[in-house]
């Protein structure tokens, strides 16, 4: 399907495991194997519980404190960097956007903090990239916005400052965890359009957790099932759609609110509309 060339992260067999709450130890993921193919909008499904946010934790390497991660293999661009130290070239957005700002600190703090640390700017310069970051992310008025504190933003803006913020760290591979769970319709469609085109724009690799198989037919090339910490079915989400292989994939599909012939057709309609 695609060439090893055209994979840009390459996981096999990664397991984590966290600490039980009544002792012992719980495994979260357990020999999980994917390939995430370059300058594509990956989906991740699946319940509750199933290990969506461990996943991309662990590739962030930001899991919690006595999580333990180990992989058999990971290649970056083909190259090997199983026992790097190195970290992957991924930023994530966070699912709930009021956590992830600390609401005592003005947007612009966030954002130079980041441009500063991962661009290795002054002050003068990162806030000028702030500013930019800002406008990529079609916020109006970026100036004004970085001197707000998050609460003051909208949801739909703060998503978009959020957005920004990862965009400083200049990553490769973008990681949004339900990033538009908490927004209404409208704004939902507006942020899953701006990371389609920030893809495009920025060559990025996208991987969205959504729990919201309309969001997968609308903005995503490809999806993974998750179930109990395994991918249980992966390929293009057209494919999936029309002709699910796993049965927990089925189940999936026959419990969104949109029957899946619809989620099928949305997957394959006019890109322009779907994701205007
Ligand atoms: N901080 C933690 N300490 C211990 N166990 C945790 C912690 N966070 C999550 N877990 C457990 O790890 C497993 C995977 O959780 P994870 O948060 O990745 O699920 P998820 O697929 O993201 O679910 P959701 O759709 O509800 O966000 C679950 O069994 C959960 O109970
Ligand atoms: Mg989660």
Redesign the pocket.
């Known amino acids: 399907m695609t060439s090893a060339s055209d994979v840009l992260l390459s996981v096999d067999g990664l397991d984590v495991d966290?600490?039980?709450?009544t002792g012992g130890r719980?495994t979260?993921?357990d020999d999980v194997s994917f390939d995430v193919p370059r300058g594509r909008v990956v989906g991740i499904v699946?319940?509750?519980?199933?290990?969506?946010?461990?996943?991309l934790?662990a590739l962030m390497g930001i899991l919690?404190d006595?999580?333990d991660r180990e992989w058999r293999r990971v290649l970056l661009d083909g190259e090997d960097v199983t026992s790097s130290s190195r970290r992957l070239p991924a930023a994530m957005v966070f699912?709930d956007p009021m956590t992830s700002f600390n609401p005592l600190v003005r947007i612009g703090a966030h954002l130079t903090e980041v441009a500063r640390r991962f661009q290795k700017v002054g002050r003068r310069q990162a806030t000028a990239l702030a500013r930019e970051a800002l406008a990529a992310v079609r916020i109006p008025d970026p100036g004004r916005v970085l001197s707000r504190y998050p609460h003051e933003l909208s949801g739909g803006m703060r998503q978009r400052a959020l957005i920004a913020m990862a965009l400083l760290a200049q990553p490769e591979l973008l990681l949004a965890?339900?990033p538009t769970t908490a927004l209404d319709a409208t704004i939902q469609a507006q942020i899953l359009a701006l990371l389609r085109t920030l893809q495009a724009e920025r060559s990025l690799t996208v991987l969205i957790?959504t729990?919201d198989l309309g969001v997968v037919a609308a903005v995503c090339d490809d999806v993974l099932v998750?179930k109990d910490?395994r991918f249980v079915e992966s390929g293009e989400v057209d494919r999936v759609f029309r002709e699910p292989r796993h049965p927990y994939t089925k189940e999936l599909l026959d419990a969104a609110p949109d029957a899946p012939a619809e989620l099928g057709a949305a997957a394959t309609g006019d890109e322009g509309g779907t994701h205007a």
């Not at 966290?18 to 709450?21: M, N, Y």
Request: proline share 7%; aromatic share 0%.
């Open positions: 966290l600490p039980g709450r719980v979260v993921l699946g319940e509750s519980g199933s290990g969506k946010t461990m996943l934790r919690p006595g999580a699912q965890d339900e957790v729990h998750m910490g």
